[in-house]
C-alpha cells in the first residue's frame, strides 16, 4: 500500500523483492488511509465528501476476490515508525494469523 505513489526508494525495494522471489506478483494499492484524506481534502488532497472510507481488512477482502487468492501478505516494516514496531514486536510469535489468512 502507497500513500505517494512509485517513490524511488520503495521502488528499489520492491524492485529487489521481485528479483528475490520470481514467483510472487507484487500489487500496490492507495493505503487505506488515503480515501480518508481525499473524503476530507487532507494533506493537499482533492476533497470528495462522497468518497467511501476502507479499513485495511476491507481492502484485503476486495483485493481476495479481485485476484483470487486466499492469503495476502503485508510489508510492514519497523522503520515505518513507533507503532508499527511496537505492533510487529508483539507479533514475533504470530505473525502468521490463519483465522484471517494474512501475514505481516
Known sequence: MYVVKDLDHIGR???WAQRRYPNA?????PHYAVFSYIK???LGCAKSPGQKKYSLGELTDSMRERLGIEWAFFGFKKTDGLNRRLMLQR???EAINE???TTL
Open 13 to 15: 525495494y520492491v524492485s
Open 25 to 29: 506478483r507484487f500489487v500496490q494499492i
Open 40 to 42: 476530507t481534502g487532507f
Open 91 to 93: 507479533y514475533r510469535d
Open 99 to 101: 483465522s484471517t489468512k
